[in-house]
């Protein structure tokens, strides 16, 4: 196939996408006001949530098959191109400090590497062999799980991502895209569709689709660490202490579980080296510091289940 036949062939392709769909109502947005512009924009904006809810169903499934992955050791992986892979590596980067996460275990993959989270490189997004390379590199396995994510629901490097992924690996894969009927979706063992519609400004994912993706990537890595012990309730109880604002943090969920004084509550992280679930287990339950971290590992991190153990055992 000639170039310009390849490049006749994306126009027929992104003609069929909802994402890229033109609105003549729009056509004179620049002419309005900023004020009416906002309201516009803003009105799009709430319509996100809606189509998000009317996939719960598949992204709970893909969450309780990605928690699973997890607890047996594997990793989450997130491949994509531009605003896609760039929401991949924000959510992936979030893990560590949020629910003290390994850096390893999520992973975000952008197409042209970590350069591309602020610079656009030519042509990454169109080679499935660079997504299976970057893939490889991580060394992946099949305890592994890897998201591709995409608008189109066509960008080749996350189609590759998960075909490699799936078919070489035997990984779990995960397809979240903003149109229906998408070659991702179709190629992963969980295909996730947001359809949010056509963007304010025409072909402009970084919009409704880029929100709904954040959206569902919130639920993914927020629900699977849930699932993995990483809360207690709906406390942060593995956040990880690296500054003044999260050890004041820290102080205060310990207080929120517990109830104790600021004096307990300063001695039990003191000897749980700032370790916030350990010390809420020496004060819960009644243990010393060596006594909840040998909890905590039989437990496998959950503190429902160590208190549970301190009290019965």
Not at 100 to 107: E, I, Y
Not at 220 to 230: A, D, E, H
Not at 291 to 307: I, M, N, Y
């Amino acid at each position: 196939m000639t170039s310009t036949e390849d490049h006749e062939d994306l126009r027929a392709q992104l003609a069929t996408l909802t994402t890229e769909a033109f609105r003549p109502e729009l056509s004179e947005i620049d002419r309005l006001d900023t004020l009416e512009i906002a309201r516009i924009m803003n009105a799009e904006d709430a319509t996100v949530p809606a189509a998000v809810a009317e996939r719960l169903p598949a992204i709970a499934a893909a969450i309780d098959a990605t928690a699973e992955r997890l607890a047996g050791g594997g990793r989450l992986v997130y491949a994509g191109a531009g605003t896609a892979g760039r929401l991949g590596m924000l959510d992936a980067s979030e893990c560590p400090p949020t629910f003290n996460t390994d850096p390893s275990r999520v992973v975000g993959l952008i197409a042209g590497g970590p350069g591309a989270m602020v610079e656009a490189v030519e042509g990454a997004e169109d080679s499935k062999e660079l997504a299976a390379a970057d893939l490889d590199g991580l060394r992946l396995t099949a305890a592994d799980v890897v998201v591709g994510v995409s608008a189109s629901g066509r960008t080749p490097y996350a189609v590759g991502a998960v075909e490699h992924a799936r078919a070489r690996h035997g990984a779990l894969t995960i397809g979240l895209s903003c149109n229906a009927d998408s070659a991702l979706a179709a190629a992963a063992d969980h295909g996730i569709e947001i359809v949010v519609g056509p963007e304010l400004l025409t072909g402009s994912t970084r919009l409704k689709a880029g929100t709904a993706q954040k959206l569902v990537l919130n639920m993914i890595s927020t629900i699977t660490m849930i699932r993995l012990g990483k809360t207690y309730g709906n406390l942060m109880v593995d956040v990880r202490a690296s500054n003044e604002k999260l050890r004041a943090r820290s102080h205060r969920i310990v207080a929120l579980a517990t109830g104790a004084a600021d004096e307990e509550i300063e001695a039990a992280l003191a000897a749980t080296d700032g370790e916030v679930k350990n010390a809420i287990l020496t004060i819960l339950g009644g243990v010393d510091a060596a006594t909840a971290s040998d909890l905590l590992t039989t437990s496998k991190g959950h503190l429902r289940a160590a208190l549970d153990h301190s009290r019965t055992g």
